[in-house]
């Protein structure tokens, strides 16, 4: 958002990009420049929390950042953003795919969460009236500087959270979502003195939110991606599918919102250790378990997307000891280890290699004849498949050292996907399996994946 304020530098516009800090545009015109030259897309996901001149007031210090974000201000800030990558502001290339705000559902972007509210008798969950005024002004600056037919995300939101007590509790996403629209608990909108605390009647000002997807993170922390939270309001990969069925049944009552909308996975990862000792997965279960999730969200028609936090682990918070657990309060969750991890920075973890091409077997069909299910993603062929791109899947049993080709060449399917499927009686013994693709610029093997896990 720039430094200076504008009600006391009278010549600073927020919605012109050129008014800003010198340097506060060059990583993402970079980022931008260079995504182009290699040919791969960018999604900008324009956030807070912004300057001080565009926040509110508070002397609580953990909300200070993100305490109530000028939606007027913000909008500008978008503005500027918008006009800047719209590919006629000055060589800048135009960037087409975008998202508003960033887990709104979280104290530490965006606050207060709930407040007390006198004619409910109740704390009012707060942060959603707050990113619905966001997300309103960030699309329509989109839509003033040409990206009214761009791919724009709403939500962003975070898995997990706890019933809204203060400003400072996180909300679970399903809550914060029925919020976001003012419903009720069985979806219906919400009326009288509930609809008018939370602001409602924006819906009929503004009519429907017209995004192209919905964004969500979920993560499990260092549980695997088969763990479901005890509380049905929290969404992680293991209940993916509870998102566009929540999504739907609002569009359903209300039309506050299109019918189908796919879901975007725009965070997902595990952290490991090493290199944190306090908390994170083994490198081997990280490698197993982003690929469990990647075949999780293929299995799921409404997932469009599914994206990888981080390339490469956060370095450590050097402001604490080595010794001391704060030290390691970073994002650990990369597929390369980082500065100061005890590995030369960019080493690759086993989760690098299984990203590129994810593997995963697993036990299906009836007790009479039960198969296994053989799943890879050539990740780096999606959008190049040719006729001559094909997988063969290999086993070798447990105490064996040699590989046995199971499936002959399998073609990739247009998004770079083989999925076939064998007689379990056959190949259902301990053992290890793993995936080869071979195609025009040669051959890449997968992770090894035992089966039984």
Same mark, same amino acid.
């Given at each position: 958002h720039g430094t200076k304020n504008p009600a006391t530098h009278h010549r600073f516009n927020p919605t012109n990009s050129a008014d800003y800090p010198k340097n506060a545009w060059l990583n993402y015109d970079q980022l931008a420049v260079d995504a182009k030259a290699i040919g791969i897309n960018v999604y900008f996901d324009v956030t807070g929390p912004g300057p001080p001149w565009a926040m509110g007031k508070t002397s609580d210090r953990k909300e200070k950042a993100s305490f109530m974000p000028n939606v007027a201000q913000f909008g500008k800030f978008v503005q500027a953003v918008g006009t800047r990558f719209s590919g006629t502001y000055h060589s800048l290339p135009r960037v087409s795919t975008w998202s508003i705000w960033n887990e709104p559902n979280q104290v530490g972007w965006l606050s207060p969460q709930g407040v007390y509210n006198s004619q409910i008798g109740a704390v009012l969950p707060y942060s959603p009236i707050l990113y619905r005024e966001l997300w309103y002004a960030a699309r329509r600056a989109l839509n003033h500087? =040409?990206? @009214?037919?761009?791919?724009?995300?709403? =939500?962003?939101?975070? *898995?997990?959270?706890? *019933? *809204?007590?203060? #400003?400072?509790? %996180?909300?679970?996403p399903a809550q914060f979502i029925r919020e976001f629209f003012c419903v009720n608990g069985k979806l219906k909108p919400l009326t009288g003195v509930q609809a008018s605390v939370r602001g409602c009647s924006i819906f009929k000002r503004n009519g429907p939110i017209v995004a192209s997807g919905w964004a969500h993170h979920p993560y499990t922390k260092a549980e695997p991606p088969t763990w479901k939270d005890k509380n049905p309001d929290s969404i992680v990969i293991a209940n993916i599918a509870a998102l566009p069925k929540l999504l739907d049944g609002i569009a359903k009552h209300t039309g506050r919102v299109k019918t189908k909308l796919p879901i975007w996975v725009t965070e997902m990862g595990y952290e490991t250790n090493p290199p944190d000792p306090y908390r994170g997965v083994t490198l081997d279960n990280q490698a197993a378990y982003n690929n469990e999730t990647d075949w999780m969200s293929y299995k799921q028609s409404r997932v469009a997307a599914v994206t990888q936090f981080l390339f490469q682990d956060t370095g450590p918070n050097?402001?604490?000891? @080595?010794?001391? @657990?704060?030290y390691w309060d970073t994002y650990q969750s990369g597929l390369e280890f980082g500065p100061r991890s005890g590995f030369a920075a960019g080493t690759h973890k086993p989760a690098y290699n299984a990203y590129a091409m994810p593997i995963w077997i697993r036990s299906? #069909? %009836? !007790?009479?004849? *039960?198969?296994?299910?053989?799943?890879?993603?050539?990740r780096f062929r999606a959008s190049l498949v040719t006729p001559t791109d094909f997988v063969v899947f290999q086993f070798q049993p447990k105490g064996? $050292? !040699?590989? $046995?080709?199971?499936?002959p060449a399998e073609p990739l399917n247009a998004g770079g996907f083989v999925d076939v499927k064998v007689p379990e009686n056959?190949? #259902?013994?301990?053992?290890?399996?793993? !995936?080869?693709?071979?195609?025009?610029? #040669?051959y890449f093997i997968s992770r090894d994946a035992s089966f039984p896990s």
């Open positions: 500087t =040409g990206h @009214k037919n761009d791919t724009v995300l709403a =939500g962003e939101t975070a *898995p997990l959270g706890s *019933p *809204p007590q203060n #400003g400072r509790t %996180p909300m679970r050097t402001a604490y000891a @080595k010794t001391a @657990k704060g299906t #069909g %009836p !007790a009479s004849s *039960p198969q296994l299910e053989l799943w890879s993603w050539v064996s $050292t !040699a590989w $046995t080709n199971i499936t056959a190949y #259902g013994v301990p053992g290890t399996w793993r !995936a080869i693709w071979v195609g025009p610029t #040669g």
